[in-house]
């Protein structure tokens, strides 16, 4: 990765790295600016945790503690801990797993904008919607075994030109767009 090997340059890599889990822990005492400074200090980075936090659109949840935290506003705040050191690549595992349509649909924009900006972002999901969305390019993988990487492009034109049809009609929008116009296109806290 960027010119270094693994087995020769482990600490230089993981400098270069940022990594959110499915599930993450915190320490339950401190409050995310406490994290975040907490996180800087092991990274040895100085950092505005106010502006990382405005970032993930949580400032006013600056003084409060993860565990008080919505499960969107949870997964906001472990993507902006990955952006503590300014990585090259982010990797995102299942970033989107148990949010309801708005904080997911929010959550696509913010890694989006952390793309736009430079980052490489390797997310897995088992959401086809969401890796067609996000993705430049998919790996679909079989049995630990990667079966087909492409372009989302790519990969539906090739099954549509092996004689693939949908027995429905795929209309222009499906439930979870209707749930987000129903209820409301900006991101709401619980």
Same mark, same amino acid.
């Given at each position: ?6 087995? /020769?340059?482990? %600490? ?9 889990? &499915? ?16 996180? @800087?200090?092991?990274? %040895? &980075?100085? #950092? ?7 970032? #993930? %659109?949580?400032? /006013?949840?600056?003084? @409060?503690? !993860? ?9 906001? !705040? ?17 970033? +989107? +797993?148990?949010?309801?349509?708005? @904080? ?20 897995? +999901? ?16 079989? @049995? ?6 492409? +372009? ?11 004689? !693939?049809?949908?027995?429905? /009609? #795929?209309?222009?929008? %499906? ?16």
């Amino acid at each position: 990765m960027a010119g270094y090997d693994l087995d /020769e340059n482990p %600490n230089t890599i993981k400098g270069l790295i940022g990594v959110q889990l &499915q599930a993450s822990s915190y320490y339950p005492g401190l409050s995310l600016l406490q994290l975040i400074d907490l996180f @800087a200090g092991l990274y %040895n &980075q100085k #950092v505005d945790g106010m502006e990382l936090l405005r970032s #993930v %659109n949580l400032e /006013e949840k600056a003084k @409060a503690k !993860f565990k008080e935290l919505s499960g969107g506003q949870k997964q906001r !705040f472990s993507v902006a801990t990955t952006l503590i050191n300014r990585p090259q690549v982010i990797f995102l595992d299942e970033p +989107t +797993t148990g949010l309801d349509p708005q @904080a997911r649909r929010n959550l696509w924009e913010l890694i989006k904008t952390i793309k736009a900006q430079g980052t490489t972002i390797i997310i897995t +999901t088992h959401y086809m919607d969401e890796a067609e969305y996000l993705c430049d390019r998919i790996a679909i993988i079989d @049995a630990g075994k990667i079966v087909a990487l492409d +372009t989302p492009d790519n990969l539906i034109d090739h099954l549509v030109d092996s004689g !693939f049809e949908r027995p429905r /009609e #795929v209309k222009k929008a %499906n439930l979870e767009d209707v749930f987000i116009q129903l209820t409301g296109k900006t991101l709401r806290e619980a």
